[in-house]
């Protein structure tokens, strides 16, 4: 089991490693330590390959990641997970702020709380977030599904396209064109299926509120013109 | 006897124009801004303010056509591991696919490669079109993210990470629900028909000091192989190229208001960001206060229409120039061949600036099947490659008029300027002076 400290290994030398990975290759688990805030630690993964990191990262840790499955023992800096395509990315502490910014798949568990514009422009990915969001979260989200088990900040879901937002706690208020929604069957049933793959079992569906777009923004209509 | 009293002339407001009352009317009708594509129509101090001093007795020029000019450019040699070199100084700006059809997007890729130059993808992802036939491409990195990944990311030759345009600084994208395909709609992860706005800023970084770590996750996700540009709207160019350098950008490209877009607002074309003669020297001046003159390069789109354009952007220091417009009229755009068609949209073949609307009938600005089949990729390619080959000639020719051996042996003492004007913002003397506004004589 290969381990990089950055302590004392470049972080070139982590990434390119983990870059190298060729289908077939036997050594698929990556533990580093030390990270010690380092910038873009595991982005641009584009394996199978499982990567615990011991500490607190800086900015883009595990950026667009594709494959790969990514544990954070610590707190993760702006735009952890920003671009995912694939694979989950774990963070143990909180993460600051854009967290899964502009994400099209997979799926990223932050266990603490996230900060401000939490799944910004999410284009697919799944966020499931164990504490608070900050402000303007999943604005101009796109698609995918942002979970809150705590409370979410202002501005919730400003401009929203067509990404599914719930919330179990409170919300400070909705952007622009965000509206609460009628909890159907089939969200309940999808909120179950995105907690269980989260780990999550103290909480049940039926305790969240859906929130989504009202649509009446998709197209230009100058009565709205203090919404845009 | 009764005296005649003649009536007097009607006389026309020069402020309430006839352009600017039928612009108050329709606004009042319709009760949204105008839309346009294209970049300031307006007239605005420009290259053909400035004049070539050719060689005579105090400079000796080079043979025409028979001595070596060189026309070459690398782009990318402060960090990437793989610059790119173009055969001419002459590149294709972004335009996104959505905007432009597949069609067209090929023609740009084939001209471009045969011409030995790049073309640049756009908000909207990288298609196959473009990348099947463009033998160098830059993948630009948008506000948006439509249609970003790693995939694409990994198979692109450059990044531009774009921060703004000419047309439109701090402005974002727009493309209107007419022209979201279902093509469009998926690579856009938005649904069909509706219209696409997109973010002004990056989602994920905010200031300078946050772009020099997103610079740096690029790299480290493409093992610093390949060049990072970075692209800004002119409107303050000697601290947005500073604060570029600063981030760690291998290449600098700086858009001037001349420059186009896909469709932004009319208001905001004519009346926000810098002429593109403007931009260039405190850019320059950006570079050489850091020391980083042609180590960072520099690349001037904005209204760029032919040889003399090119030789002047670089006489005044950029590495290489950017073409958008003049790129998609070497394609068809605006072709007089249709131009029943663009009257029937109540328009003519050199106007039609309504790219939004995706009934282009050139089949460039469109999504529409029928129209896009107008546009011969192989066709017009080659219109764009001879297009592309005689504006090196000609920046050639004026090279060797002025003594130079290469394009980019052309300096600021090659020039002069017509007007006060000009000669204050491209800071040559006014001609047959030596008088440069702001500045003490030689």
Known sequence: MPTFDLAVTPLRDLNQALHDIAPGDNDLQFDVVNPRGHHAVASGVHAPVSIDIHGSVGYYCGGMNEEAVITVHGSAGPGVAENMMSGRITIKGDASQYAGATGCGGLLVIEGNASSRCGISMKGIDIVVRGNIGHMSAFMAQAGNLVVLGDAGEALGDSLYEARIFVRGKVESLGADCIEKEMRSEHIELLAALLAKAGISDVRPEEFSRYGSSRKLYNFNVDNAEAY | ?442
């Open chain 2, 1 to 442: 006897m009764s005296y005649h009293n003649p009536p007097t002339k009607p006389r026309l407001s020069a402020t309430f124009d006839e352009y600017t009352m039928s612009e108050i009317r329709r606004a009042a009708a319709t009760g949204i801004y105008d839309i346009r594509g294209g970049g300031a129509k307006r007239k605005l101090p420009h290259f053909d303010d400035l004049l070539f001093l050719g060689a005579s007795i105090s400079r000796y020029p080079l043979e025409g056509y028979r001595e070596k000019c060189g026309t070459n450019v690398v782009l990318g040699s402060r960090y990437a591991k793989k610059p790119i070199e173009l055969k001419i100084p002459i590149t294709i700006a972004g335009m996104s696919f959505g905007s432009l059809s597949g069609p067209a997007k090929e023609a740009l890729g084939r001209g471009a490669t045969i011409a030995g130059t790049s073309t640049t993808t756009g908000d909207g992802g990288m298609t196959e079109e473009e990348r099947g036939h463009s033998q160098t491409l830059v993948y630009q990195y948008l506000p948006s993210r439509y249609g970003m990944n790693p995939r694409d990311l990994r198979r692109c030759d450059a990044i531009e990470i774009v921060v703004g345009q000419g047309a439109k600084p701090g402005g974002g994208g727009m493309l209107l629900g007419q022209k979201i395909s279902d093509r469009v709609a998926e690579m856009r992860t938005l649904p069909k028909g509706i219209d696409q706005r997109s973010a002004s800023r990056h989602p994920d970084w905010t200031g300078p000091d946050d772009l020099e770590i997103k610079i740096l996750e690029l790299r480290e996700i493409t093992n610093w192989e390949k060049p990072i540009y970075v692209k800004v709207g002119g409107a303050r160019p000697y601290y947005d190229t500073a604060l570029a350098v600063k981030a760690g950008a291998d290449v600098v490209v700086l858009d001037g208001m001349q420059g186009g877009t896909a469709a932004t607002q009319e208001v905001f074309i004519e009346h926000v960001g810098m002429p593109t003669l403007a931009c260039i020297r405190p850019a320059v001046q950006a570079l050489q206060d850091l020391g980083m003159h042609r180590k960072v390069q520099l690349i001037v789109s904005g209204g760029i229409r032919n040889g003399a354009d090119v030789a002047k952007a670089l006489a005044l220091g950029a590495d290489a120039v950017s073409i958008g417009t003049a790129a998609l009229i070497a394609i068809g755009e605006n072709d007089p061949r249709w131009a029943a068609e663009y009257e029937a949209l109540h328009t003519t073949a050199a106007a039609y600036d309504d790219w939004h609307e995706g009934k282009d009938p050139a089949g460039i600005t469109t999504q529409n099947p029928e129209l896009m089949k107008r546009v011969d990729p192989v066709a017009a390619g080659r219109r764009l490659a001879n297009y592309l080959k005689v504006m090196a000639l000609e920046a050639q020719t004026i090279a060797r008029a002025c003594g130079k051996n290469h394009v980019h042996n052309l300096e600021p003492e090659d020039l002069c300027a017509l007007t006060i004007e000009a000669s204050a913002m491209a800071q040559v003397p006014l001609a047959g002076t030596s008088w440069i506004p702001g500045k003490g004589g030689y």
